[in-house]
């Protein structure tokens, strides 16, 4: 198969058609419309096997995962996910991991009325890069410097379980099937907050999503807002699965310090603490309290049932 | 060197600040402002070691050549480029390569008044992917599917010199190191034809980047607008060093089949044809007509001093 048979199978014609969209993969450049008074959100992921996954990760999953990474990041900015470019670096021409592959992505695409409006198809190592494009009214977006002294940390849903599945695989660790599964699943088939970054949009004071690990992603809002925070690491949700590890250490690690759940992680003030929390239940999401925003030179403190407790090694860290 | 100094050192604060830039690097997303009554241009290209390059190609060469082919597909829709998000997968951190790379996108990036707004940084087999992305006014884009019967084909500049840079290397050939090092420039340094692209914006009736070859990209132009061409190979614009091959058949070979140089191919009506060339002349582009769209079922006919000749295979293929 060629480059162009490839691109013709598996993408042309695929997926939906948005009406701001003049013209879609097949030209040196796609032309799309951004609707007036908006302003266009821009983020880029990539994901290279043996790195960000196993090289026997079930294609569908891997074609879900690498589009939701990226529009996580777009809901972390509280916008309204439009159009996708994806570079797609292949070892080889695979036509039954491709059509699993393509169909993840086309499957995800369409749930959240996105586009894949082009990209490029080269041979190499498997490596996938996403550059999604979102719409949010203008000076509406939610940024990493806006948390102020007083406000609430929430974050979306419970954290851990995608650093489960990776570590009880890599340490060879014994999990009921049913907590297994359902921590694979997490890793596999994350649920970007598309919705409840619409949702946070004018009312949080700053959002980021939990790409690096709980502790890691807070303290890019801490530098950026210029704030400290004290966390009560016994109020972060965590599953079942997690809770079925009787280390309670390995537990807070896996909460605090592992990314990859793409759960929201935001702040509000006092004032629309309650009314935000409504609002997110509408859109069934469950925001728990974890800490607070509070001025101390940038410092983050975390206490367990009120104890002092010690950070975690925190987040993946590349080139580290 | 960590993701995040990396990122801060090599990308953070360098390069040009754009006014329509809200928000640049360091946030889930970047916040850009399109104008009103404009499109928005997006391209996507991935360039992968041992595919695209050799290992050790300059690496200013590189940052160079990554950025210029994407800015190439936007000055083939008459777009002006604004904004770069780049996917950068590198197998370590080498301090020397990467200033050097950084400084050969910053430097191109400057010239043609693009922000780098943002991306990815990770581990693994070197590959790079730039989503770019440029403005066009409504309705003004140079597509694929505007040739008409009649229109005159021309090409922006001399072609096959890619082609030579790296076939002389990997047969070893023995050219005049004059020669050698022009070849290798337009390799290293290819200059994509922004302005000429906007200039041709609502005059010619079609146009394409010559990537793939000069046959190729325009077997495009003609499925996509549903006619065929008569094309004239002795008149193809061809550089002293490609001229200083003495095999005739090599040297048309590469000015015809092989890609790489980035110069536009493009259509343009007879009506329009001499108004155009004085217009690119006064950018300093001399383009040079090889030829004429014609109605016959689409073929493509390839004539040398009026002969008829064989069609060279045409093009790079992945996964062929």
Request: negative net charge.
């Given at each position: 198969m060629k480059e162009f048979e490839l691109i013709n199978r598996y993408f042309t014609g695929r997926g939906i058609s948005r009406r701001d969209v003049d013209l879609g993969i097949g030209d040196d450049c796609a032309l799309v419309n951004v609707p007036e008074n908006c302003q266009l959100a821009i983020t880029t992921d990539t994901l290279v096997e043996g790195v960000h996954f196993f090289a026997d990760i079930p294609p569908r999953a891997l074609g879900h995962r690498v589009i939701a990474v990226n529009l996580s990041d777009l809901a972390a900015m509280g916008a309204e996910p439009a159009w996708l470019?994806?570079?797609?670096?292949?070892?080889?021409?695979?036509?039954?991991?491709?059509?699993?592959?393509?169909?993840?992505?086309?499957?995800?695409?369409?749930?959240?009325?996105?586009?894949?409006?082009?990209?490029?198809?080269?041979?190499?190592?498997?490596t996938i890069t996403v550059c999604a494009k979102g719409i949010v009214p203008n000076g509406k977006?939610?940024?990493?410097?806006?948390?102020?002294?007083?406000?609430?940390?929430?974050?979306?849903?419970?954290?851990?379980?995608?650093?489960?599945?990776?570590?009880?695989?890599?340490?060879?660790?014994?999990?009921?099937?049913?907590?297994?599964?359902?921590?694979?699943?997490?890793?596999?088939?994350?649920?970007?907050?598309?919705?409840?970054?619409?949702?946070?949009?004018?009312?949080?004071?700053?959002?980021?999503?939990?790409?690096?690990?709980?502790?890691?992603?807070l303290s890019h809002i801490l530098k950026q807002s210029g704030v400290g925070a004290v966390i009560h690491a016994d109020k972060v949700p965590t599953s079942a699965a997690l809770n079925s590890l009787d280390n309670d250490e390995l537990r807070l690690q896996l909460a605090l310090a592992y990314g990859d759940d793409y759960e929201l992680l935001f702040t509000v003030s006092d004032d629309n603490k309650n009314m935000l929390e409504a609002k997110l239940n509408q859109y069934g999401v469950e925001p728990v309290c974890i800490g607070q925003i509070v001025n101390n030179d940038g410092r983050l403190e975390l206490l367990n049932n009120n104890q002092p407790w010690p950070l975690p090694e925190v987040g993946f860290e590349h080139f580290s």
């Open positions: 470019s994806i570079g797609l670096t292949l070892p080889n021409i695979d036509a039954q991991w491709l059509e699993a592959f393509t169909d993840g992505m086309h499957e995800i695409a369409e749930y959240y009325n996105v586009q894949i409006i082009g990209g490029d198809t080269t041979q190499g190592p498997l977006a939610l940024t990493r410097s806006g948390a102020r002294n007083g406000d609430w940390i929430y974050v979306t849903g419970p954290l851990g379980d995608a650093g489960l599945a990776i570590e009880a695989r890599k340490q060879g660790w014994s999990i009921a099937p049913v907590h297994l599964k359902n921590a694979n699943e997490r890793f596999f088939y994350p649920s970007p907050r598309v919705a409840a970054g619409q949702v946070l949009r004018g009312v949080a004071t700053s959002a980021i999503d939990i790409s690096d690990g709980l502790l890691a992603d």
